[in-house]
Nanobody, 122 residues
Framework: QVQLVESGGGLVQAGGSLRLSCAASGRTFAMFAMAWFRQAPGKEREFVAGIYWSGTSPWYADSVKGRFTISKDNFENTAYLRMNSLKPEDTAVYSC???????????????WGQGTQVTVSS
């Protein structure tokens, strides 16, 4: 069992940066692949970034590639999403997720945080 708690969201101007954190409880965090998803009002939830259990081999949605960086610290039981050059279209609720196998689909992840709001003003 893994419990996830996100933090770090907020209001930022376009072009700014934020770092989201996802703190995990449980001793098996190191065994899980992690991902970030986001959902904007009136839109489907979409994959943002994922990383393997080891904290290596990240992959990204095309819309954030080159701007966002996902990382995973197995000693601190925390995953991060560094977001640079933010755009108004990045506005959404961002949620972290943990799963046994890496993937880009929400159904592939078993554990979810409650989400944190990111709002980017133009």
């Amino acid at each position: 069992q893994v419990q996830l708690v996100e933090s770090g969201g907020g209001l930022v101007q376009a072009g700014g940066s934020l770092r989201l954190s996802c703190a995990a409880s449980g001793r098996t965090f190191a065994m899980f692949a992690m991902a970030w998803f986001r959902q904007a009002p009136g839109k489907e939830r979409e994959f943002v970034a994922g990383i393997y259990w080891s904290g290596t081999s990240p992959w990204y949605a095309d819309s954030v590639k080159g701007r966002f960086t996902i990382s995973k610290d197995n000693f601190e039981n925390t995953a991060y999403l560094r977001m640079n050059s933010l755009k108004p279209e990045d506005t959404a609720v961002y949620s972290c997720a943990a799963g046994r196998l890496p993937g880009s689909k929400a159904y592939e992840y078993n554990y979810w945080g409650q989400g944190t709001q990111v709002t980017v003003s133009s």
